[in-house]
């Protein structure tokens, strides 16, 4: 006999900001919730070593804030299951939406797909080639910047993620090179100003 799956209000699809907040907002609601992560919560925030502009709080990280939406979500009865990646959603006739996520199936009144953002590749020849941890290409500066210490650095990009992580590589390479295709930064002025700033230092 085939053991039935169990039934949620509402399944989310992605623990990032966006579906941690989903979760926050549904539970709260008294509504049965389930979140599914194919990694870990929060997503590429957790990359990110500092926040300034979340409202009502002054400066945190990346971590301690997944860390605080998490447990929000979870005290008003969310579920969190991480290395669940969903793999395909079915909708049969009792109007309910199935998820599989590898062997075990979820059925849900409602689903709420957060599958978050994912870096923004050049496309051009070595970059795959030197991807791995140390051998040269990194799309993530907070996460690999010990690898880089000593040494001369290209940075690509001229959004807030390529200013917020040529900043932080500066405090391990010798030096830090920017490029952008744009004759203006399109991230905030206040990451612009004090990218500025810090080129400008002796």
Known sequence: ???QAELYDCIIIGAGPAGLAAALYASRDRLKTLVLEKFYPGGQINNTDRIENYPGIERIDGPALVEQMQKQAINFGTQIKTGSEAT???KPRDSNIEISCDKTKYIARAVILAPGSDYRKLGI???EEFRSAGAGVSYCGTCDGPFFKGKSVVAVGGGN???EETLHLTNFAKTVTIIHRRDEFR???ILTEELL???NEP
């Open 197 to 199: 700033a810090k080129a």
């Open 1 to 3: 006999m085939t053991e």
């Open 125 to 127: 020849p070595g970059e």
């Open 161 to 163: 993620t390529a200013l």
């Open 88 to 90: 395909a959603l079915k």
């Open 187 to 189: 991230a905030t002025r």
